[in-house]
């Protein structure tokens, strides 16, 4: 079973819906990274967040420790939000970073 | 902004061929990470180096991988002698201290280079 569980695989949504990524994982974390990988293959890091919720323009990280499990929202979805999301936990400060198999979300206009 | 680069974009090389894999990460950051993503599948981590040495790998980091932070900003990954297996996506990635063990921080990752084993 993999550690980092993400739903669903593949989302596609018209433009100015509101979406929501899900990851669940399995061991203990000092954090969990939100992440947006671009076609051309560049990864970029959204979000890293140990506790409660995080915000930054239409995007909005949570994450419930008790349970398990973070969201990814993202509000007014437009066209260039298209991408892979991937949702990674890191365990200590300088540990490797676990990945999920990523959300490919494509938004039409 | 400063950022992690990473040389060559792409690579083609012979089975059996060594190849060096280059990067230079943010210039403060201390910990240093190598991740490969073979088309199609979720990434996987390869190698950290913090202080000069390995601090943690994973069991695709077998005999035939090495990293190596010659001079004072590059950090390479060398495969000594390639598999077709080993065509991929590598990322370079690196992050500041932390301020407690528990504590981690955002890694910040390079465009990638893209492994071609023929």
């Known amino acids: 079973k993999n550690e980092v569980e993400q739903s669903p695989q593949n989302l596609t949504a018209q433009e100015g819906e509101f979406i929501t990524i899900n990851c669940s994982y399995s061991?203990?974390?000092?954090?969990l990274h939100w992440l947006q990988q671009h076609p051309g293959g560049g990864i970029v890091s959204l979000f890293m967040l140990s506790s409660g919720k995080k915000k930054h323009g239409r995007l909005i990280a949570t994450i419930n420790i008790q349970e398990k499990h973070s969201s990814l929202h993202i509000t007014a979805s437009h066209p260039r939000d298209s991408a892979v999301y991937i949702c990674a936990v890191s365990r200590t400060s300088g540990s490797r970073l676990t990945f999920g198999e990523g959300t490919q979300l494509t938004v039409n206009p | 902004e400063p950022e992690v680069t990473q040389t060559p974009s792409h690579q083609v090389t012979q089975m059996g061929q060594e190849v060096i894999l280059r990067c230079v990460p943010i210039s403060n950051h201390l910990y240093f990470y190598w991740y490969r993503q073979i088309l199609g599948q979720k990434v996987e981590f390869l190698v950290s180096?913090?202080?000069?040495?390995?601090?943690?790998k994973s069991e695709i980091f077998d005999d035939q991988f090495s990293v190596e932070r010659p001079d004072g900003s590059n950090f390479t990954l060398k495969i000594r002698s390639t598999k077709l297996e080993d065509s991929a996506m590598y990322f370079c990635?690196?992050?500041?201290?932390?301020?407690?063990?528990?504590?981690?921080?955002?890694?910040?990752f390079g465009p990638g280079t893209r492994l071609l084993v023929l």
């Open positions: 180096f913090y202080n000069n040495e390995i601090s943690e």
């Open positions: 990635a690196s992050s500041e201290k932390g301020r407690q063990r528990d504590y981690a921080e955002t890694q910040y």
């Open positions: 061991v203990g974390i000092s954090a």
